[in-house]
Every structure is written in structure tokens, then in C-alpha cells.
């Protein structure tokens, strides 16, 4: 196929405003926003959302500006509207362990009328229980039951007493203690002296009752405290007979207020089982005394706050399922914590300090992590593993173990939950985790995969306009004519790098949108037209495109080296790309070859030898030695050594898009043949020299374009491109301009050969169908045929150097012997 030029009309995309069906995009603010070109994605998406069975978490992957996180959440907002509401959840105190908080699921929103119905049941308990244990009825009951143990306590008090009087001893109780002294005929009290002035026989007399009255005095205590214990006991259990019935009518009222689940309204039966038994065993402290109030207060405040409930999952107001999306993800964050205080130098904590996370906010809903927030603390990755295969949650705070004060330990049950993780990442990240964690990743069963382009038909340019209507609406912008909405989709185009494919990064198009408008209003228009979007494309390019001008004043400077006029051999402009992520510019480079006699038949590639080359770039030297050795197999082995560099490149070179400039360097040469240094070229080429397509097509044209309009188009450059990338074209109309003029010029090749000749004016030697292995020679005047003949020369210079080499060995070896 020979080389082909291309017109005006095959350099770019141009979309009739006409055809858009709108005057203004304020007529579509009505029509509802799609997941424009990501059908896929779209479908995955919510068939992953609706599974309900466990381990269909979704990881999201796809570029940044994609609308990844924005369509997610719009979707996971759609199907949670139609879930039912999750329970609340709360932790209760435990009554057996404390430090063991226990765990229960309520129905949306009776947490919170639980929680209120146990504050007012401490408030109740705080009056009603004293009132009640001064109740008429009672206090006369227990003066029955304190009488009767005083009448007991009495009789055998009086025969104590008698015993003692017998003996002559007096006896009275004083603070729960038994004194007695001993006391003469008389009734007076005998002291210490007059006891030691009785004789001997009388005081050995005296201490002999003296024991005898204090057994009598054990036995008395033996007989009384059982009384009194029953006493006790009596009073106790009536006090909480009538406590019990006070708090059974309380208690029965919560447990009927709330609809449980079997499994929880056992749990919750047994809870209050105990917090009744609890309060019976403390209801001596809601009993008035005149001893130390505040102390009495203060130890009620502290067993009333056992029965509250810390409720960390509130739902009563959501309307479906749960939606969270958590940006600054930590253990904290996601998995909850428990709080702290410092209590005399102590750590101190109880249930109600403990707190949710995310993950339990998410229960039975969705919750929207973005990987690469989630991999920055690995203690935070190994726990969201472990959530994903257990299923189970348990809070903890892991900082106390870390602290030099002592703390007081707490262990919440943990709690099973159900919650729907959408992972967001990369590719690159998606297919790690698949190869190096295969058991996470069967945890992630759905892919949802977001297109970097997608094909435009007029569906997708009239979703693409009612994008650009609600982003107006949204941001109060004035809305854009359908002719600036086409030069939207163009530069939509143009990011894609293709005539027939648009832009899936839907980010560019949306700052676009609002630049474009912000031009607008600078000259106080109604409507944003095309010259506002043109005036924002330039501002934009004139922010960012510093380096690219200082590239360009180098080379106009003569600082960069680059021949744009004649004809030389062995050099060529090659086209690069440069993406520095804020702004991309192409460049051209030059290409210089040269070759000599030798006997290894390779190409020396300088980039490679001194580490300045990648390894895509080596691979493309190779196809090229490889189609060498394959033109010439008839001469082979070829007598040859040659070398290639890029000039004046020092930052490293990757790619094989300069595959082909190099091979027609090499070639020129090799021949002789000079090539026409107004005519860049870029394209890749396999081991049958056919030309394969590249990419960075249009910003290498217009790089190349910039360098020779600033030194005087004259018509005789251009960039001869491969036929491949057609469609990729989408160049600036300043390009097309001076194509239309005749003054650049695009060519277009499918195989080197087709460029040789554009390159040259001379036929390159054989026709690109033609096969190799039936080549006996090149004609004479093709370039093939010089290159044959610099071969053969080459090989005689070997065979005679070799032949001089042989001849001298023998000389030698004539004169050694």
C-alpha cells in the first residue's frame, strides 16, 4: 500500500452541534443523570448490591475521575431505600462480669425508648423505693418482727442476768459488749484494791464464777445471734417482698414494650432477671439514714448507672439500610473504641464508654472504604481481613496496652454483622490482591470494573450532555449552548485519542464545565458558547505548559539540536511523549545511527549500554536487529557493527514508538541514502517491518508542529505517522489550518519500506508482499540495493583483515621455531 496523506477532515472529530437535539442544556435538567459508557460497571455493580449471601463484597476498580466513588454511592443509596431499617444496638452492663459488657440488638428506634424507659425506671426507683419502705403496713410489721426478737433477747438476757446477780456480779450490754464487775452484799461495786484485799481462798472462789459467767455469757450470745440473723433476714426479705412487687409491674412494662427476637428476648430476659436481683440485694441503700447522706447518694448513683444502657448504634431515624461512606478509615474509626479516664493514676472505664464504628453503623447496610487509605496501618488491614472471614466484630483499644499507667481492662461481647464492603482501587491493586491473598480476594466476589473510554454513539453524547446540564444546575453555573457542549464532547475525544471512542474520566469534563463557565461570566454572558470552552482549554494549557515552552525555546535557541531543513544520512527526528500528570506535550528528538565493518552482525543501542533505556525500549532494538538480519539473511552472517542513540537525551528513554525513526536511521546509514529531516517520524514496527500503531499521537504531531512553525513552515514538513492511528487523530484546529494550506503535512504508512521512499525519494528495494527468503539481491539503484553493497564491502574488509591476522600467526610461529 503506498504512503497516503491525509486530509483536513481525517485530523479530528468534529461534532454538529445540530444533531445534539437541545438548543441549551437547561432543557435536559429534567432527565436523570446514567452511568454514561459503564454499562458493565452499572451492572455488576448492583447485582452485587442486591446479593444478600455473605462474601459478595465489591471491589471497584478503575482510574481516578472515573465517577467510581460518586455512581457507587448513588447506587448503594438506591438499594439501601429499599432494605428494611437494621436494629440498634447497645451494650448492657454485666452483672456477673463486669469488665464483659454484653451485647443486643433492638428494632430500630427502641433502643432509644429503652434507654428512656430505663432512665425514668431509675428516677422511679430513687423516690418510690424509700416511700415504699416507709409505708404504715411495713414499718409496723418490722416493729413486730424487731419485738418479738426483743422479747427473746430479753428472757435471756434476765437469766443471764440472774446467773450473774447469783453469783454476785453485775452485768449490762454496752455496744454490743458484755461487762460485768462484781459487787459486795451490799450492791457496791467492789475496785480492783478491795478485790486483791480478799483472801486468797475468796478471789480463787471469785475467778472460778468468773469463768463460769463468761460461758454463760457465750452461751447467751450463742443462743441470741441466730435470732437475731433470723431477725434480719425476716427484715430483709420483707423490705424486698415489697420492693419485688414494685419492680415486678416496672419491669413487666419494658419487657412488653419491646418486640425481640427469641434469641434476644432471652437475653434480655435474663438481663433484667438480674438487674432485679441486684437491686433486691442493694435495697438497704434506699433506706433514709441520718449517717453520712452523701456517701449513701453517691453509692446510688453508682448502682443506678448499672442499669442504663450505652446505645451505639441509633437507627430510629433512618428510612432503609445504612449507607457510610468512612474517608479517613482507622481502627478507631472503623472498628470503634472504648474511652478512657484517669482515676487517681488508674485508667478507668465502664460499658458506657464504649463506642461504634463504622462498621457497626454500617450493620446491614453498606459501608465505602478506598484501599489505598485502608493499606497505610497494617494493624487496620489484618483486622478488616479477619472481619471479612469471621464475620465477627469485637471492639477493643489496643492504645492502653501501649500506655505506662495502669487500666482497667474491658472486653465487649462481640457482635456478628452483616455489612457490604465496596473496596475502591486500582487495577494494579485488584490483581495483586487477587495473586497474593487469594483468600481475601474470594471475599471481594465482585469485580466492578470502570471503562477509561467507552464508544460514543448518540445515546452516550446525550447522556453526556445531561451530565453537563446537572453539573450547572448543581453549581448555580449558566448553562452551555449546544455548540459549547460539542466542543466539550471533542475534548472528550481528544483525552480518549480517538475519533470514535470518548473519555470515561468524567472529572475532566466536569472542571472543564466549570472553567468554561467561569469565562463566561467574565464577560457577563447568559449562555457559556464555544469561544468560553476555547478560552478555557488555553488558559488551562497556559497554566500548565511551562516545561513544554521551555523545551520549545531550547530547541529554537539551538540549545536542543533538532534539523527540521535538507537531507542527512543517518539521522532522523524521532517524536516523543512527555507526561509530567498535570500536562502532556510531545517533542521531537534526534535520532543519529552509524555503522562500520565488524563481525558480531549488532546494533549497538548506547541508551541501553548505559542504563538509560527500559526494557520495551531494548525489546523494540531487538525486532529491529531481527528484521536486519532477515532483509540481508541472503549475505548473512552480516559483517556489521552499529550504533544508535538518542541526541541529547538524559532522562531516560522507554517505549518502542521510535522503533521505526531508528531503523531508517540505521538503514540511511548503512546505505548512504540521506532522509529528509522536515518529515518526523513515530510508529512501532515487528520482525516484518509492518508499522504498528503508538500512542501520544497528537500531542508528538503538535510538539513537532510548534518547533517548525516557529522556524517558517515552508511546505516541505510533516510526520509521517502509522496508517493504524487514524482514528486516533484529534489535533488542535491550529494544526488542520496549516494542513489545509498545504504547509504540514500527515503521511501515513503500514510498512517501513512505504516510508523509505516518502523518506528518501528512492524505492526502497522490494515491495512489502514480497517474500524474504526468495531475495537474491536488492536492484542496484534501491536503498536496499546501497545497503546490500555496504555490506558486501564490509564483509571483504573482514575477510581481509582476518586473512592479514592468519598470515601473521604464521610468520610468527615460523620465527619461534
Not at 80 to 101: I, M, Q, T, W
Request: proline letters at 4%; a negative charge.
Amino acid at each position: 500500500m503506498p504512503i497516503i496523506e491525509l486530509t483536513p477532515h481525517q485530523l479530528r472529530l468534529t461534532i454538529d452541534p445540530d444533531l445534539l437535539g437541545f438548543t441549551n442544556t437547561s432543557e435536559l435538567v429534567g432527565q436523570p443523570l446514567s452511568w454514561i459508557g459503564q454499562e458493565r460497571a452499572e451492572k455488576a455493580a448492583y447485582f452485587g448490591l442486591e446479593m444478600e449471601q455473605p462474601d459478595y463484597n465489591l471491589f471497584v476498580l478503575g482510574e481516578v475521575g472515573s465517577g467510581r466513588s460518586s455512581l457507587l454511592r448513588q447506587a448503594m443509596t438506591k438499594v439501601a431505600s429499599n432494605k428494611p431499617v437494621p436494629p440498634d444496638l447497645c451494650y448492657l452492663h454485666h452483672f456477673g462480669v463486669p469488665e464483659r459488657p454484653l451485647a443486643l440488638h433492638l428494632p430500630a428506634g427502641e433502643g432509644r425508648l429503652l434507654r428512656q424507659k430505663l432512665t425514668q425506671l431509675a428516677k422511679y426507683l430513687q423516690t418510690e423505693i424509700p416511700r415504699c419502705l416507709e409505708e404504715p403496713a411495713l414499718k409496723a410489721e418490722s416493729k413486730r418482727i424487731e419485738k418479738n426478737f426483743k422479747l427473746e433477747e430479753a428472757k435471756a438476757f434476765a437469766e443471764l442476768d440472774a446467773f450473774a446477780e447469783k453469783h454476785h456480779f453485775a452485768i449490762q450490754r454496752e455496744a454490743g459488749r458484755m461487762v460485768f464487775t462484781l459487787i459486795d452484799k451490799s450492791g457496791k461495786i467492789l475496785t480492783e484494791p478491795q478485790v486483791l484485799a480478799l483472801p486468797k481462798e475468796r478471789r480463787a472462789e471469785i475467778e472460778e464464777v468468773e469463768q463460769a459467767l463468761q460461758a454463760e455469757i457465750a452461751r447467751y450470745f450463742e443462743k441470741i445471734r441466730p435470732l437475731e440473723r433470723i431477725k434480719d433476714e425476716a427484715l430483709i426479705t420483707l423490705q424486698r417482698n415489697k420492693v419485688k412487687l414494685l419492680l415486678e409491674g416496672e419491669l413487666k412494662a419494658i419487657r412488653s414494650m419491646l418486640k425481640l427476637s427469641a434469641e434476644y428476648r432471652s437475653k434480655f430476659d435474663r438481663y433484667l432477671g438480674k438487674m432485679e436481683e441486684d437491686i433486691l440485694e442493694n435495697v438497704a441503700l434506699f433506706k433514709f439514714s441520718d449517717t453520712d447522706e452523701e456517701k449513701r447518694k453517691k453509692e446510688i448513683n453508682s448502682l443506678l448507672a448499672r442499669y442504663q444502657i450505652n446505645l451505639v448504634v441509633d437507627n430510629h431515624d433512618l428510612k432503609g439500610a445504612p449507607v457510610i461512606i468512612e474517608e479517613s478509615p482507622s481502627v478507631r474509626s472503623l472498628f470503634g473504641s472504648i474511652e478512657y479516664q484517669s482515676v487517681e493514676g488508674v485508667l478507668e472505664t465502664d460499658f458506657t464508654r464504649i463506642r461504634a464504628g463504622s462498621l457497626l453503623k454500617a450493620h446491614g447496610g453498606f459501608l465505602m472504604l478506598h484501599l489505598d487509605d485502608v493499606l497505610v496501618d497494617s494493624l487496620l488491614w489484618e483486622k478488616l481481613c479477619r472481619l471479612l472471614r469471621s464475620h465477627l466484630l469485637q471492639i477493643e483499644e489496643p492504645g492502653t496496652t501501649l500506655t505506662q499507667i495502669p487500666a482497667v481492662s474491658l472486653e465487649p461481647e462481640a457482635v456478628r454483622i452483616q455489612v457490604k464492603i465496596i473496596l475502591i482501587g486500582s487495577r494494579e491493586q485488584y490483581y495483586i490482591l487477587q495473586e497474593e491473598n487469594p483468600e481475601l480476594a474470594r471475599r471481594f466476589r465482585i469485580k466492578v470494573d470502570f471503562a477509561d473510554s467507552f464508544i460514543a454513539s448518540a445515546q452516550s453524547r446525550l447522556a453526556s450532555s445531561i451530565f453537563v446540564a446537572h453539573a450547572c444546575h448543581e453549581a448555580g453555573l449558566p448553562h452551555f449552548t449546544a455548540a459549547a457542549v460539542a466542543r466539550l464532547l471533542e475534548d472528550c475525544h481528544r483525552a480518549a485519542n480517538d475519533q470514535s471512542r470518548q473519555s470515561a474520566i468524567f472529572s475532566r469534563t466536569e472542571t472543564l464545565v466549570l472553567e468554561s463557565a467561569a469565562q463566561c461570566k467574565a464577560h457577563t454572558g447568559c449562555l457559556v458558547d464555544v469561544a468560553d470552552v476555547e478560552n478555557a482549554l488555553q488558559a488551562r494549557i497556559h497554566r500548565h505548559n511551562y516545561p513544554d515552552q521551555c523545551l520549545q525555546e531550547s530547541i529554537a535557541d539551538g540549545d536542543v539540536s533538532i534539523v527540521i531543513e535538507g537531507k542527512k544520512v543517518g539521522q532522523i527526528n524521532g517524536l516523543t511523549q512527555i507526561d509530567l500528570g498535570d500536562h502532556c506535550f510531545g517533542a521531537p528528538v534526534r535520532i543519529t545511527a552509524h555503522t562500520f565493518a565488524g563481525e558480531n552482525g549488532g546494533v549497538l543501542n548506547i541508551e541501553r549500554e548505559v542504563g538509560l533505556s527500559g526494557p520495551i525500549h531494548d525489546k523494540g532494538m531487538f525486532i529491529l536487529q531481527s528484521y536486519l538480519a532477515a532483509l540481508f539473511a541472503h549475505i548473512a552472517p552480516l559483517a556489521l557493527s552499529a550504533s544508535i542513540v538518542f541526541e541529547q537525551e538524559y532522562n531516560g528513554i522507554e517505549g518502542d514508538s521510535a522503533s521505526c525513526a531508528e531503523w531508517y536511521a540505521l538503514l540511511s546509514a548503512l546505505s548512504g541514502v540521506p532522509l529528509k529531516q522536515g518529515i518526523a517520524v513515530t510508529g512501532a514496527m515487528n520482525q516484518y517491518g509492518e508499522i504498528l500503531p503508538v500512542g501520544g499521537l497528537n500531542e508528538k504531531i503538535e510538539g513537532f508542529f510548534n518547533v517548525c512553525e516557529k522556524a517558517g513552515l515552508d511546505g516541505t514538513h510533516g510526520v509521517l505517522i502509522p496508517h493504524r492511528n487514524r482514528r486516533h487523530l484529534m489535533l488542535s484546529y491550529h494544526v488542520i489550518e496549516a494542513v489545509t494550506q498545504g504547509l504540514f503535512h500527515i503521511y501515513t504508512a503500514e510498512h517501513v519500506n512505504e516510508g523509505i521512499e516518502l523518506l528518501t525519494d528512492f524505492p526502497a528495494g522490494f515491495a512489502p508482499e514480497a517474500d524474504l527468503n526468495e531475495v537474491i539481491h536488492y536492484p542496484y539503484d534501491s536503498v536496499l540495493g546501497y545497503a546490500q553493497k555496504v555490506l558486501r564491502t564490509y564483509r571483504i574488509a573482514c575477510q581481509l583483515t582476518q586473512h592479514t591476522k592468519t598470515e601473521r600467526r604464521r610468520f610468527f610461529g615460523s620465527a619461534e621455531r
